[in-house]
C-alpha cells in the first residue's frame, strides 16, 4: 500500500485560500504613447496546497502580451505561454504544483496597449488563480483598469533667413516700375512649422500669422508667394503680389542670393550683436505697422508628423532709404499663433493646446566705413627715414671693408712672379 503525503490536514482533504492582488507602474495610458504597460501581479496561498495552480490574466483587445519581466530581483521567474481559446487571449503562470501553503509569488506581466478606439475610456484586465483542488479551486477575479488619457504636445517654431539685412545696399537702385522681384529688394524668406510632438493626434487646428505688411502706407516686407506642406491650406485678407512681379531666382540661387547679401555685409561692415542691441531698433508689430493676416486651418494631426508654411518675400528697399528713415534700425516682428480646435476622442476629456511665437527680421542701416587718405606729411617721413636707414647701412658697411675688393693680377706681374730667382754665381737655384 503506498501513503502519498498530501499535507492536507487532519481530513486530508486539502482546501487552499487562494488571493491575488495587481499594481502598475502607470495610473493611466496616454492615447498614442507607445511606452509598455506593466502589471505586478502578487500570488498568495494562505491555506493548504494547491494542485496544477496557475495564474490566469485575461487580455483586452486593446493589448497584446509582450512577456515577463525578469530583470527584478524581487520578481519571480515564472514558467508563463500565450493562450488563446474560444477567441479568449490569456497568459498563462505556472505558479507550482502543488503551490505550498505560505506561498508569495510576485510576477511582472509586461503588455503593449495600442488598438484603442474613440470610444475607449478605459482598458481592462482580468486575472484570478485556477488549481485543480476539489474545494477552493479558484481565487476570486480581481479587476484591474487603467484610466485612458489625452495628450498632444503641439509646438510651432519659426524663422527668418536671412534674419539680418543691411542697408545701404552697394550699387543697387530702386526703380519706379518693378517689373521682377529682383527690383524690389533682398530676398527674405521665412518658414513656420506647426508640429505635434503627441503621443495623441488631434483632428483640427488653426495657425493664424500677422505679417508686417505696411509702415506710414509703405510697403515694409512684400510677399511674393507662399507654400504648404501637409495637412494645412492657407489664405491672406490682402492680395498677394499684385503687382505681379516675376520670380527669377530658382532654389539654389534663393540660397546663393541670401548667403551673398549676408557676407557682401560681413565684409564691408560690423555686424552687430542685436541680442545685445535690441534697444536700438524700432519695432514694427501690428501695434505700430499694418498688418497681413494668414489663416491656415490644419487638418488631422498624428504624433511626429508637422504641417509647414514656406512664405517668400522681398524687402521694399525703397521704404528704408527713404530719407525720413535713413540712419534707423528696425525690427520687424512676424506673430504665428495656433490653437487646437478638436481632437478625435468623444468621451474622454483634455485640455486643447494653444500657443504662439514672434519672428524677428532686424533691417540695419550702418554707415559704409570710409577709407581716409594718408596725410603727405606721413608719406614724406616715411621716404626720409627710409634714406636715412639707408645711409646708415652703407657707412656700416663701407667701415668694416666691404666695398674693398682683391683685384685680379695684371699679365706682366704674373710673369715676373713665375720667373724663377737666378744666385751670384749664375746658377739657378734648385
Known sequence: QAHILLDCGEDNICKPDLKISVKSELEKIYIGDDSPLTLIVNTQNQGEGAYEAELLAYIPPQADFIGVVRNYERLSRLSCAFKSENNTRMVVCDLGNPMKAGTNLEVGLRFSVHQLSEMDTSVNFDLKIHSTNAFNSESPVVSWQVGLAVLAAVEIRGVSTPDQLFLPIPNWQPKEDPKTEEDVGPLVQQIYELRNNGPSAFSKAMLELLWPYKYKNNTLLYIIKFDTEG?????????????????????????????????????????????????????????????????????????????????????????????????????????????????????????????????NTYVMWVQPEIKQPVPYWVIILAVLAGLLLLGLLVFVMYKVGFFKRVRPPQEEQEREQLQPQENGDGAVEA
Open 231 to 359: 495637412p494645412m491650406n492657407c489664405t491672406t485678407d490682402v492680395e498677394i503680389n499684385p503687382l505681379n512681379l516675376k520670380i527669377t531666382s530658382t532654389q539654389g540661387e534663393e540660397k546663393n542670393e541670401t548667403h551673398a547679401v549676408d557676407d557682401s555685409r560681413n565684409r564691408n561692415r560690423k555686424r552687430r550683436d542685436v541680442a545685445k542691441n535690441e534697444g536700438e531698433f524700432e519695432n514694427l508689430n501690428c501695434g505700430v505697422a499694418e498688418c497681413l493676416k494668414i489663416t491656415c486651418p490644419v487638418g488631422h494631426l498624428e504624433r511626429g508628423r508637422s504641417a509647414i508654411l514656406y512664405i517668400r518675400a522681398r524687402l521694399w528697399t525703397q521704404t528704408f532709404i527713404n530719407k525720413e528713415n535713413q540712419n534707423h534700425s528696425y525690427s520687424l516682428k512676424t506673430s504665428a499663433s495656433y490653437s487646437v480646435i478638436e481632437m478625435p476622442y468623444k468621451n474622454l476629456s483634455y485640455d486643447l493646446p494653444s500657443n504662439s511665437t514672434v519672428v
